[in-house]
């Protein structure tokens, strides 16, 4: 199982990046795959998670932030609009999260290495 985040950068506030995560080494479609992130000096932070045709965003990035994927190429991506400084972290990719963990110690399957966001002007 593979997992690797693409996309990261610096971008000012208000402004847009797409994230992308290739997966490879297990069926796509028989998983929800989440991002999640990690702020300097904080703690992981559950974002955002496909499954089947449900998505779902934490408070904090919805209305902003739009998750989807390819069946295709087993890519799952965030789009993220109106860019706050906040929202700098580590964006990591991660399978078959367990949500009963969102708010104490998130566990998920298998996760990615990550890709730095930081939003500063």
């Known amino acids: 199982v593979q997992l690797a985040e693409s996309g990261g950068g610096l971008v000012q506030p208000g402004g847009s990046l797409r994230l992308s995560c290739a997966t490879s080494g297990f069926y796509f479609s028989s998983y929800s795959l989440s991002w999640v992130r990690q702020a300097p000096g904080k703690g992981l932070e559950w974002v955002s998670r496909?499954?089947?045709?449900?998505?779902d965003y934490s408070e904090s990035v919805l209305g902003r932030f739009f998750i989807s994927r390819d069946k295709t190429t087993s890519t799952v991506y965030l789009q993220m609009s109106r860019l706050k400084p906040s929202d700098t972290a580590i964006y990591y990719c991660a399978r078959g999260c367990d949500m009963s963990t969102v708010k104490s110690q998130l566990k998920c399957d298998y996760w990615g290495r990550g890709t730095q966001v930081t939003v500063s002007s």
């Open positions: 496909i499954s089947n045709d449900d998505l």
